[in-house]
């Protein structure tokens, strides 16, 4: 399974009665580990969360770190970047190089680096990244 079929997989699972807008994220750390997470709804907004802040839960739950690559889907006109929120969640545990996909349910991908996505994002000392 691809990292964007593991993020397809997890939209499904999406609880977004509210905005009808449901989201999947995958993510692949140093060991070759796959976590993913759904965007969860809450009626007392804001108080859900993004699919990305799932899939970081899940791999430190699991005693994961290290983030080498992300995948979100939506079923959009274009792909979707992550919220700047999560853009900073994923550099606390990924370096700017890191790949983040972003995809739609038709197709569409287009890839960039964190880096790209968040410049001159807050560095905690444990990751030693710029």
Avoid: K, W
């Amino acid at each position: 399974m691809t990292l964007l079929d593991a993020a397809v997989a997890a939209r499904r699972n999406a609880h977004a009665p509210y905005s009808g807008f449901a989201v999947g994220a995958a993510l692949r750390t140093a060991s070759g580990a796959v976590f993913i997470g759904c965007n969860v709804e809450n009626a007392a907004y804001p108080e859900g969360s993004c699919a990305e802040t799932g899939a970081i839960a899940a791999m430190v739950a699991a005693g994961e770190r290290d983030i080498v690559e992300v995948c979100i889907v939506a079923d959009s006109p274009a792909p979707i970047s992550p919220c700047g929120g999560c853009r900073q969640r994923l550099a606390e545990f990924a370096g700017p190089d890191v790949p983040v996909t972003m995809a739609t349910l038709s197709g569409q991908t287009v890839t960039a680096p964190l880096g790209d996505l968040l410049p001159l994002a807050f560095r905690s000392v444990r990751t030693g990244f710029d």
